[in-house]
């Protein structure tokens, strides 16, 4: 596609050409690239070389390398004209064909075809290139020395991911990480890696070539032995290791579903390998093209940009320069590179779920000689995902023979570290390595292969090793599984720990009586078994699922029968409280209030100061500890000390509390019976509960869990508002032609108790309703609270409604200064007008108790008040409109009222500071 033109970011070094459809990117050059895929004609001297310093400083060995790569390019252009197996070679490489018989066959087919190429043979050219080298074993040695990524110090490259917290906050950590960034790099990674494997194989080819010819280019006898003996078997690694490289550039990630990730995610926390790479992995599947690219999208870029960071690479003001591209390709290679003691990529691809991928990668890669044991360690996991057990199983014992390696993968599966590599054996690190792989085996439940390792595990620990009862109890576990009783007893006698051999012993007898096994349970001998019968049983009453057996009933009957109301009470609170959070439905909820109301009975029978049950719901591990306190003590062991775990203490009351809310449940579910999956789904609070009645009317007993809980009103009396406006405006006011909306609420007015005043007339549903809200007003108003009336008023007003009469008057009595300002909110000057009349009116003492004032204005009396904030809120609003006679009148009339309100007060403070004055002079 012919390019459009040539962009060039002078900042930070891009250089791109654009392109109809896209943009292409030129990339730095990788020195090693440049020299090899440089033009054949392009003259290039020893001081190219030293200047990329890509190898020692001797210009002999530079200038060799010149003459070595065109020797390469020579003979590799020969045996792609001569051979197709030149182009087959990684497909031959992959097929696990031995580089040296593709090399050989490849040279055996070159060498009969050269031919004459512009008057000079090939053969000349080649021999001239080769005698230029004045050392071909140094060259080589500088060139492989040059394809070594790890320099030839596999232990340098291995990392510790803790350089990645100590860089998090650098600025530029970002660089290269959106997806056209991460495939920038994972395409230069490609392109790298491309080279680097046709170089080491065309180094491969000549090496093979002059070892068949050698003669014939005039070399010595020992030169041609280091070559057979050396040189082509490092080139080999090399060849393997550009091809491993090569691999991960080509090879698309499997999918992965959500299901196998968490599957996986699971069996890495049961082996507890913190330090794996699952921490940083943020990337998707869809994105990635290849593993590298995955790689990089995840931890391999987050890494390699801390290590440029502290290397020294990055600084702030270089943190977009282009020219990082190719240092960060470089550490990403090293990173990468299979000659090295780091697992890092072997441990991403565990996370990741790619099994197929990774087997691949190990059998590609069984050349190496590190990491061997956690390889097969490795190995044994995936065919452990991929359903072959006994194949994994196999792998796991192989890799257990050698379980004490130094290997970093293994010291984070087995949590090693200097201190315990003093203190700890070979035999205990084996026994920590099979425990690990028997957790593995419980994830995928392998019984039969749990207990033929955890017998081995047994085998080869020390007689005093702390993990032996844990190994013991393992077997005894899973024979029982298997129905193996009597292996199962005998595991329980070999138990060296006494807790665990009583916890087996109860597994035991509880596991017979479920199955039935009378008969085997009677075959066995047991000692001290009576005293475990009440704790097996509130063992198994709080671990089996509830409606499978009758536990609690029994232990309920057992604590009444010996006079222990007080536990009686709590087993069946706990009883009622376990139904609550784990079954569902009617008769769940039924079954629930029983025993509430249970607990509630035996529970009032008992002393005030022990009418209280502990609010716990143990697991199915929990163990009875007196029992424990008991049998210790007996044994002569030392005291133990009890299991601490919170609790919450509950009286009368708070039971009484979650009995109402579970009555509400059960009033709701008959108002609503299609409600059940979401009203006995979920725990629900007193404040959702209230919520909920008052949805389907149920006011009253709203009222009874709100004044339960100390909670406010108010949603009740909003809600029976919106009930009242919606009754009202839809009401014909005749029962016999109520619509739907208001013959329905006749149906919650029944469920709620309207008082037992009598009416001259039939009431319609909506004046039954406000009749309701009438009688909740004077019931629950508190002495100088309105803040139920004035949420009733603000309701009303803010649907532009009149307040009904009664409201008026009630709320006049209550807070009278409230009202006349809820008057003022809203705008109504006229009943704000009146309102503030009949307030002066009142405070001179006319109608004072329409009020709720038990005084009036007097000298004799204590003192009242106006509210002349609001008053003067309101002369102001009807100043503002007096151009219409009628507010203009009122605001004269207020204006009035308030000149007699102050000569009044005038002549009653006059008159009230004579009387102080005779009273004080009397005194004298």
């Not at 509880?510 to 009440?534: A, I, M, N």
């Not at 109504?828 to 204005?857: Q, R």
């Not at 503002?880 to 007060?905: C, R, S, W």
Request: aromatic residues 8%; charged residues 20%.
């Amino acid at each position: 596609m012919k390019p459009l033109g040539l962009v060039v970011d002078r900042d930070s070094g891009l250089v791109g050409i654009v392109r109809k459809t896209c943009v292409s990117f030129l990339r730095p050059c990788d020195p090693l690239e440049h020299f090899y895929m440089r033009d054949g004609n392009a003259a290039v001297s020893s001081a190219d070389f030293m200047q990329y310093a890509l190898a020692n400083e001797d210009p002999l060995v530079c200038k060799d390398l010149l003459y070595l790569m065109e020797s390469m390019k020579l003979f590799g252009s020969l045996c792609a004209k001569a051979s197709d197996l030149y182009l087959n070679f990684e497909s031959q490489l992959s097929a696990k064909v031995s580089p040296q018989a593709i090399a050989d066959e490849i040279v055996m087919m070159v060498l009969p075809s050269l031919v004459q190429h512009e008057g000079q043979s090939d053969q000349t050219c080649l021999a001239e290139a080769i005698q230029g080298i004045s050392s071909l074993p140094d060259a080589i040695d500088a060139l492989l020395s040059v394809l070594d990524l790890a320099k030839g110090q596999p232990g340098g490259l291995d990392i510790d991911l803790s350089v990645v917290e100590m860089t998090r906050s650098h600025p530029s950590n970002q660089l290269l990480t959106s997806v056209s960034g991460v495939r920038l790099l994972s395409m230069c990674f490609a392109q790298q890696a491309e080279t680097r494997l046709a170089i080491c194989k065309d180094l491969l080819l000549l090496q093979t070539g002059v070892l068949q010819t050698g003669r014939s280019y005039g070399l010595s006898a020992d030169t041609l032995d280091y070559l057979r003996s050396e040189s082509i078997e490092r080139t080999y690694e090399m060849l393997r290791a550009a091809s491993a490289l090569k691999w991960m550039s080509m090879t698309a990630p499997s999918g992965v579903n959500s299901n196998v990730l968490e599957s996986n995610l699971r069996q890495l926390a049961v082996l507890q390998t913190s330090g794996l790479v699952q921490r940083t992995q943020m990337n998707t599947f869809g994105d990635s093209l290849s593993l590298a690219e995955l790689f990089i999208d995840g931890i391999g870029g987050t890494l390699a940009h801390s290590l440029l960071i502290q290397n020294g690479f990055i600084s702030e003001a270089e943190a977009s320069s282009w020219k990082l591209v190719d240092p960060m390709v470089t550490i990403i290679s090293q990173i990468l590179w299979p000659i090295s003691v780091s697992f890092l990529f072997n441990e991403f691809l565990v996370v990741k779920c790619q099994y197929q991928e990774l087997l691949y990668y190990m059998r590609s890669t069984s050349w190496c000689k590190w990491n061997e044991t956690s390889r097969l360690f490795l190995s044994a996991y995936c065919y452990l995902n991929l359903g072959e057990p006994y194949k994994a199983f196999d792998l796991f014992m192989e890799a257990g023979d050698h379980a004490d390696e130094a290997e970093s993968f293994l010291c984070k599966l087995l949590a090693m570290n200097e201190e315990s590599e003093g203190a700890t054996s070979v035999e205990a690190h084996t026994v920590l390595y099979y425990l690990k792989v028997i957790r593995l085996f419980e994830h995928f439940e392998l019984p039969d292969l749990i207990i033929t390792m955890a017998t081995v595990a047994i085998s080869v620990a020390e007689d005093d090793d702390p993990n032996l009862a844990m190994l013991w109890s393992l077997v005894f576990k899973y024979h029982l599984e298997l129905a193996h009783y009597s292996e199962a007893y005998d595991a329980v006698s070999c138990n060296p720990d006494p807790a665990r051999r009583r916890d087996c012993l109860r597994q035991f007898v509880v596991v017979l009586l479920d199955r039935r096994q009378l008969s085997q349970l009677v075959s066995f001998t047991y000692s001290r078994l009576e005293d475990d019968v009440v704790a097996v049983m509130e063992s198994r009453a709080r671990s089996v699922e509830l409606g499978t057996h009758d536990y609690y009933e029994i232990l309920y009957a057992y604590h009444v029968a010996r006079g222990n109301r007080r536990k009686a009470g709590g087993t069946m609170y706990e009883y009622g409280a376990r139904l609550g959070q784990e079954a569902r439905g009617l008769k769940a909820l039924q079954q629930q209030a029983r025993c509430y109301l249970a607990a509630l009975n035996v529970l009032r029978l008992v002393s005030p100061q022990y009418a209280w049950v502990v609010k716990s719901l143990p697991t199915a591990a929990a163990k009875d500890v007196e029992m424990l306190d008991g049998d210790m003590e007996g044994s002569g062991g030392p005291p133990v000390k009890p299991l601490e775990k919170k609790v919450e203490v509950l009286d009368l009351k708070d039971i009484e509390k979650e009995y109402l809310l579970l009555h509400a449940k059960l009033k709701l579910l008959q108002k609503e019976a299609d409600a059940i999956t979401h009203i006995s789904g979920k725990p629900m609070s007193a404040a959702e509960t209230i919520t909920l009645l008052c949805n389907v009317g149920l006011f009253d007993l709203a009222i009874q869990i709100s004044k339960a809980f100390g909670l406010p009103l108010t949603p009740i009396f909003e809600t029976l508002t919106s009930w009242c406006m919606r009754l009202s405006q839809s009401s014909s006011y005749s029962i016999a032609q109520d619509d739907a909306l208001t013959a329905a609420a006749w149906d919650w007015l029944d469920s709620n108790e309207t008082g037992s005043q009598q009416s001259a007339k039939e009431l319609t549903s909506a004046e039954q309703a406000w009749r309701l809200l009438q009688r909740y007003l004077a019931t629950y108003r508190e002495a100088a609270d309105s803040r139920y009336h004035r949420c009733v008023a603000t309701r009303l007003l803010a649907l532009g409604l009149t307040l009904p009469t009664w409201l008026v008057g009630a709320y006049k009595v209550v807070n009278a200064p409230e009202l006349l300002r809820l008057y003022i909110d809203f705008d109504l000057l006229l009943p704000a007008a009146y309102l503030a009349m009949e307030y002066i009116d009142a405070v001179l003492g006319s109608g004072k108790e329409h009020f709720g004032l038990k005084v009036a204005l007097h000298a004799t009396t204590p003192a009242v008040w106006l509210p002349y904030t609001e008053l003067d809120k309101l002369l102001v609003l009807l100043k503002a409109v007096q151009m219409e006679p009628t507010y203009a009148k009122l605001y004269q009339d207020i204006h009035a009222k308030l000149n007699g309100y102050f000569e009044t007060l005038q002549r009653v403070s006059i008159d009230m500071i004579r009387t102080k004055l005779q009273v004080a002079n009397t005194n004298i």
